[in-house]
């Protein structure tokens, strides 16, 4: 049976188990949900071994439980480790949701639910392929899959768990479906992920919040000043101003840069897209450099005081920020983290306390296009979509990648089926069923073209 056949016939079950996937809600960033987390791991080892695996095993670690699976083809024959990752992201902002986030809906053509694209609908890509090769008496090599539970937390768990089963992980090549593409009628392959480094800033003055009207003036503000120092971390220029920042960073070949000028991109559309007038960015570099060759710095998030309906005029004791750089292949994330404490806490004035606690972080990654499975994932593409992906860098972060290469030996081929309009980690998140059903398609064509 041809497969898109297979994928017709058998398309109502397919979703009725990704459904079934996205209902639990395994937010690894809240606690409250650590029972859902291993309720997501069994669930998914039941659906790997209803797809032909030999065995499926549900795993502890030090934090949330892996599950891995694998299907023995021949000794002799090449192994592919496919990843992926259970956990979702927190829902919240709910209120934003046009549907409730952990009950799936399919309208015009997409499902809509947390989850539906990252990375649950992109792991069902892979666990339904895998059943096709395996029904139809297709898969020529063996097969195993390791799913986490921590990945939009860092993976804080999965580097050891590498470690101490590097003879279980065992493979040629690492697939992984976590990744986007340029267009619905733009396939691309991932060739390199931006780094990433997270820190926790905390400034306090006072020692209690104070009347702003007796003290305002007087005594330095929290808030005020965690903005000043913020503002400090990246220049006119788009330039982060920390020292040392960009030594290891390796200047996007000519070559590259004319490949990436080459890529079709409407600047207007991006911005409408994301309802902005302008774009902003690092001087001399173009938008889509800016954002997957180029290192950045961000704020995710600051608070403080009174944020409550009403007014209160209070001086805070305290201000908060969470921030993250997103680095380059080269820059080293435990480098990075220190400079930048370093740097705060030398800006820092004495009329404050700053403590600044490094979260996760993971170093970047480039894939070799030359690889054979690069070249296998491209026929697949060009099969499913009907033409050739383009190579693309993407500014998104999987420290995880880079352990498998460091710690596995394994370079990994990102085959990823998302679209920037699929709302990942963001309220309305969805996935198109074309692109699900396409995506089935191109890795079986990756399983029938791949060779060692």
């Known amino acids: 049976m041809e497969i898109k056949e297979y994928i017709q016939k058998n398309e109502a079950r397919f979703i009725d188990e990704l459904f079934s996937l996205i209902r639990i809600p395994s937010v690894s960033a809240l606690p409250q949900h650590k029972d859902d987390m291993l309720a997501c791991a069994e669930r998914w080892k039941q659906l790997l071994l209803e797809a032909g695996a030999d065995k499926a095993v549900v795993m502890p670690s030090n934090g949330n439980p892996l599950v891995y699976a694998e299907k023995h083809i021949s000794d002799n024959a090449p192994t592919i480790l496919v990843y992926a990752h259970y956990d979702v992201m927190p829902a919240e902002p709910l209120e934003l949701w046009k549907s409730r986030p952990f009950e799936p809906e ?3 053509g997409h499902i809509w639910a947390r989850g539906a694209d990252d990375d649950k609908g992109q792991a069902m890509i892979q666990a339904k392929a895998f059943e096709y090769m395996v029904k139809e008496g ?5 097969m195993k899959f390791i799913f986490e539970g921590e990945e939009e937390i860092g993976s804080p768990s999965l580097n050891a768990f590498l470690k101490e089963h590097k003879e279980l992980l065992k493979a040629d090549i690492i697939l992984v479906s976590d990744t986007s593409m340029l267009g619905a009628d733009l396939p691309s392959l991932t060739t390199g992920l931006r780094g990433l480094a997270y820190w926790e800033i905390e400034v306090t003055g006072p020692n209690r919040d104070l009347h702003s009207g007796h003290f305002g003036g007087a005594v330095a503000n929290p808030i005020n000043t965690l903005c ?6 990246v220049d006119e220029d788009g330039r982060i101003t920390i020292p040392y920042f960009y030594d290891d960073v390796e200047e996007v070949p000519a070559a590259e840069r004319e490949m990436i000028a080459n890529i079709p991109f409407d600047e207007k559309k991006y911005m409408e897209a994301i309802g902005v007038k302008a774009l902003k960015g690092e001087k001399g570099y ?4 800016r954002n997957s060759c180029r290192p950045s710095f961000d704020i995710c998030g600051i608070w403080g005081g009174y944020t ?9 004791s305290k201000a908060y920020a969470k921030v993250s750089c997103r680095l380059v292949p080269h820059q080293n994330h435990e480098k990075i983290s220190r400079l930048f404490v370093d740097y705060i806490r030398n800006i820092a004035p004495e ?6 606690t490094p979260m996760h972080g993971g170093e ?7 690889l054979p499975a690069y070249k296998a994932a491209e026929k697949g593409f060009e099969k499913a ?7 693309v860098r993407r500014g998104g972060s999987i420290p995880i990648i880079s352990d498998f290469e460091q710690i596995l030996g394994i370079k990994t081929i990102l085959m990823g089926f998302g679209l920037e309009s699929d709302a990942i980690h963001s309220p309305n998140e969805n996935f198109s069923l074309d692109i699900f059903r396409k995506g089935i398609e191109a890795v079986v064509e990756f399983h029938k073209q791949y060779h060692k």
């Open 228 to 233: 000043s120092l913020l503002a400090q971390v």
């Open 138 to 142: 297709l898969l020529t090599h063996n």
């Open 364 to 370: 970047g990654y480039v894939c070799p296009i030359s």
């Open 286 to 289: 173009s938008t889509l450099e």
């Open 351 to 356: 009329y404050v306390q700053v403590k600044v």
């Open 106 to 108: 399919i309208r015009d």
């Open 308 to 316: 409550g309906q009403g007014t209160k005029t209070v001086l805070p």
């Open 385 to 391: 979509f009907g033409k050739k992906p383009l190579a």
